[in-house]
């Protein structure tokens, strides 16, 4: 998954082409480290229908801010610039893939 920053949030999130599922995460998260290897094979398998970026919240707290994110892990689907859907908290990969179905299941 790449990386964004409070930088980068605009022109790589909200002003992307496809949804994109923003992971909100921490270096000293634990639960946050158990939730990459699911985000990262959602990211494998639906590539082209729907992006995956992390942000450090530790190193961009505007972008945390400005989208509420009090608790780690938490992951926002973004589409045409706007917030769709949030899903809080390390989740096993079937509840995310019901989350994010109307988008995983898109053709592209």
Request: charged share 30%; with cysteine; proline share 6%.
């Amino acid at each position: 998954m790449r990386e964004v920053t409070d930088d980068s949030f605009q022109r790589e999130v909200l002003e992307a082409a496809n949804p994109v599922v923003v992971d909100f995460w921490a270096p000293w998260c634990g639960p946050c480290r158990a939730v990459e290897p699911v985000l990262a094979e959602l990211e494998r398998e639906h590539e082209g229908r729907v992006a995956f970026a992390k942000l450090n919240i530790d190193e961009n707290i505007e972008t945390a801010s400005r989208y509420s994110v009090l608790s780690i892990p938490t992951t926002i689907l973004f589409e045409a610039g706007r917030p769709q859907e949030t899903v809080i908290g390390a989740r096993p990969r079937s509840h995310y893939e019901r989350a994010w179905a109307e988008w995983l299941t898109r053709e592209s």
